[in-house]
């Protein structure tokens, strides 16, 4: 094979480039004239050259070489007086060819002054070339330069008309900026006049509104008139001296008194209508406040714990500290019911009391029917809340009319309302749930009616059956959810690029390493920060903490008194059916790279390694002491199958490198294996098989452990030395020789040299295997140095076999041996200096192949 040679000094490059450079126009050359101030280049005389020191002009001639032609070649030559050696040495010289053999040919001739004296003529005659093209081109530069100095002149002067044309910009600017300002100050003053006009137009009203009240006082004070006119009624109406004003009084009274009644029965449904609009926004508040204690005492549990395990290694001081934030009482609901009591109150003043507590009873009645409906319009995820909390709100209106309104409302009454709302709501729920496919919105719609029930329990009512419909829907939110966390893993492993991530800021670092927990380093170290996984490790932690997150708010709140034991369990789950199953589809697949591979294989160990975070995490939220994790059995299953899938992993490893090297060694068959000469370098294949295997090493080392590399590497020499022996073993190579035999050890050599430098460069050697790399290809090399042996038929001995050959089978020797014709294919092949040597090797070769086959 031959090689490339190396170019000669490439400072010719740019002496050609300046040489050939184009002269600029003459109108340009002349306004550089001008612009350099009438200043003129300085004559250059014919025969001047800058470079007229010795050392130069040797440079320039050497430089300059590879420029000379044809011509001043061979007239260099002939003025040499060695036309033969002058001309070859111009030749080598001009065509960029290596000059060595000349020079190594003159000096084992014993006639070195020959060359050097063709090396100084062609030296003196390129001198002269150089000095000449210097000459030619000096004007050039002169002029060049002074065509720069114009073009700077030319950069002053468009400097000078921008910044004038930024002065009128400004200027231009300022004017604008000023009527902008007058225009704002304009919209300003007339949103002020705007305003004042409609802040008038509403104290009018009001005023209005004012007056109407003023002038009926009566109408304010129903109760107060209602009194009044008991007074008149027992004190003075029989007392009025004058006929026809008590004959008025007398006819008025009773049609004042219907008149207060109409007004308050007004009043009252007026409140009717809007202690119903109100119920909703009532019930929210409550709901939200009961939200907000239960995440109290959650916060309150959790501070105990950590006071709890603080106090195992010591006692904190900061532990147990009143926490004045939370000490604040919840504040009451405010809702108006004054037209309630004064109806009531009027009605028995009226003598109608038991009147209106039916009417009032009805009608509240009919309203918890009506809100008891839901919505058709929207979907039940949309409007389960405003329903609940309108059902919450009208009960706990009902709880303070019970208690503050004088017996206007039994209890009987109100436990009548409730088993009708909760039955009422609990078939609602068990119609929704069975319509639900989704894990978030079943999730959010059991915390609120959990939520709704403490709501209701605390003002007193009981809803067991509440309770038991949320219990009958766990199953069906848990496969919901396995099946949106394992489309969430899917996509997150089909986005990977499964390259290692740079972290570039601190808050990266935080948000995807500090947050699980994936670096035992504490503290951020230098960024920018490669992270020993890729992307899909921290987003996988993400969905497998959600998925704990999610589970344990089920859970929470249910009645069940244990359930970490039915968190752990889920969790492993999720870890094993999902996350599991997904490695090990992207393993098989057959899809990935092999550096994508080795990705995978350092994800699935960093995730072996977060289990026991994940078993913690869920530990926490369940409310589960630290110390009870310590116990032996209490870890996750899903751990020893995440680290059967990582060595999974590393067999797709091996079962990659060697697909991928199969591909290289097709190239095998298709080598010349009669060759007439032995090849002095590898085979391409070979050579492109080293270079793929270093990048398996390079790319598994800081990710895959010593010993899965180890494997890996030893797995792939062992393919290479069996696919080698598979060639020879087959029918598409039918006959090879001793050049042939040459060329795979070379190939072999080659391969045994990566093996040694790999095995003790990467720190293999610190394994202390009982095999090296060198050790897999035992086969091949004993094959190799069988067929190179110039006594083949030692292989039949014993003690040779086992010291030398142990790794071969005789079977396999026998059909290689068969294929292996040593004898040149030429004719006069026997007349070399080898024949001698090829004779006997041909006789104990035929030898071998007798034993061999009396052995068979």
């Not at 030619?136 to 921008?162: N, P, Q, S």
């Not at 409007?383 to 004088?406: K, N």
């Not at 989704?438 to 059956?465: D, E, P, Q, W």
């Amino acid at each position: 094979m031959t090689q490339k040679r190396t170019p000669p000094l490439l400072v010719s490059l740019s002496l050609s480039a300046a040489v050939r450079r184009p002269r600029a126009p003459r109108r340009q050359r002349n306004r550089s004239q001008d612009a350099a101030g009438g200043r003129q280049s300085c004559p250059t005389r014919p025969g001047d050259s800058p470079f007229r020191s010795s050392p130069e002009r040797a440079l320039l001639s050497v430089v300059s070489v590879k420029n000379m032609t044809a011509q001043t070649k061979k007239r260099g030559a002939m003025e040499n007086g060695d036309g033969g050696v002058g001309l070859g040495l111009a030749a080598f010289i001009a065509n960029n060819e290596d000059v060595g053999p000349i020079v190594r040919h003159a000096f084992e001739s014993g006639k070195p002054e020959a060359l050097l004296h063709s090396l100084q003529n062609i030296v003196k005659m390129k001198e002269v070339e150089i000095e000449e093209i210097c000459r030619l081109h000096y004007e050039e530069f002169i002029l060049a330069v002074d065509e720069l100095r114009g073009v700077l002149v030319d950069a002053d002067e468009l400097k000078g008309t921008l910044s004038d044309e930024n002065l009128r910009l400004q200027e231009v600017a300022s004017s604008l900026l000023l009527k902008l300002d007058e225009l704002l100050e304009i919209y300003s003053v007339n949103s002020n006049v705007g305003e004042a006009l409609a802040t008038l137009k509403i104290c009018l009203q009001v005023t209005s509104l004012c007056k109407i009240c003023n002038r009926d006082i009566a109408d304010a004070k129903l109760l107060s008139a209602l009194k009044t006119l008991e007074l008149i009624e027992k004190d003075y109406l029989q007392n009025i001296p004058l006929k026809l004003l008590k004959k008025i009084i007398h006819k008025q009274v009773p049609m004042v008194k219907l008149y207060i009644e109409k007004k308050v029965c007004s009043e009252f449904n007026e409140w009717l209508v809007y202690i119903r609009g109100t119920a909703k926004e009532i019930g929210q508040v409550a709901i939200d406040q009961t939200s907000l204690t239960r995440q109290k005492d959650e916060g309150m549990c959790a501070r105990q714990r950590e006071a709890e395990e603080s106090s195992r290694v010591g006692f904190d001081v900061n532990a147990y500290t009143l926490d004045l934030e939370h000490m604040a009482e919840e504040a009451m609901l405010e809702f108006d019911l004054a037209p309630v009591y004064r109806a009531h109150h009027i009605h028995i003043g009226l003598g109608l009391g038991e009147k209106f507590r039916e009417y009032y009873y009805n009608n509240r009645l009919m309203q918890l029917n009506l809100d008891l409906q839901i919505s058709t319009s929207q979907s039940f995820v949309e409007s389960y809340q405003p329903f609940l909390a309108q059902v919450a709100g009208f009960f706990i209106i009902e709880d303070r009319v019970l208690r503050t309104a004088d017996g206007l409302l039994s209890e009987s009454q109100v436990d009548t309302m409730l088993e009708t709302a909760i039955s009422k709501v609990t078939l609602i729920l068990e119609e929704q749930f069975s319509l639900i496919d989704a894990a978030n919105h079943l999730l959010l719609i059991k915390g609120y009616v959990s939520l709704f029930g403490a709501t209701l329990k605390k003002y007193g009512y009981r809803s067991m059956s509440l309770v038991e419909i949320l219990d009958k829907t766990r199953d069906k939110y848990l496969e919901l959810l396995l099946s949106d966390c394992r489309k969430k893993l899917n996509y997150v492993f089909s986005k990977d690029s499964y390259e290692r991530i740079v972290i570039k800021k601190e808050n990266e670092y935080d948000t995807n390493i500090a947050a699980f927990q994936l670096e035992p380093v504490d503290g951020v170290p230098n960024l920018p920060y490669v992270a020993p996984f890729s992307s899909s490790v921290p987003n996988a932690c993400r969905i497998v903490r959600s998925f704990i997150e999610e589970l344990v708010r089920y859970l929470s709140h249910s009645g069940s008194t244990n359930i970490y034991d039915v968190v752990k369990s889920y969790l492993d789950k999720f870890l094993i059916e999902t996350l599991n199953d997904g490695f090990l589809n992207l393993i098989h697949g057959g899809s990935l790279e092999f550096p994508q591979v080795v990705q995978i294989a350092g994800n699935i160990a960093i995730l072996e390694q977060s289990c026991d975070m994940f078993l913690w995490h869920a530990a926490r939220l369940c409310g589960v002491p630290r110390c009870l994790l310590e116990k032996p059995h209490s870890g996750l299953t899903a751990r020893a199958v995440l680290k059967a899938s990582r060595n999974a992993a590393y067999n797709g490893l091996i079962t990659l490198v060697n697909s991928k090297i199969d591909e290289f060694m097709l190239q095998l068959t298709s080598i010349n294996w009669t060759l007439e000469e032995a090849p002095e370098h590898a085979n391409d294949y070979m050579n492109e098989v080293i270079i793929y295997l270093h990048e398996v090493v390079s790319s598994g080392q800081q990710i895959v452990p010593r010993d899965a590399s180890f494997k890996v590497v030893s797995g792939a020499l062992s393919h290479i030395s069996d696919s080698i022996t598979t060639v020879l073993l087959s029918d598409r190579v039918k006959r090879f020789n001793a050049n042939a035999v040459a060329s795979i050890d070379i190939d072999l050599k080659v391969l045994e040299r990566f093996a040694d430098d790999t095995y003790q460069m990467t720190g293999f050697l610190d394994l202390r295997k009982e095999t090296s790399f060198r050790d897999c290809l035992a086969e091949i090399r004993q094959l190799i140095n069988l067929l190179l042996s110039n006594q083949p038929e030692s292989f039949v001995n014993p003690v040779t076999r086992e010291q030398n050959y142990g790794a071969l089978d005789h079977k396999k020797v026998l059909i290689i041996c068969d294929k292996f014709k040593d004898a040149p294919d030429s004719l006069f092949g026997s007349l070399s200096s080898r024949a001698t040597v090829q004779s006997a090797r041909k006789k104990s070769l035929d030898v071998l192949k007798r034993r061999l086959k009396d052995f068979s």
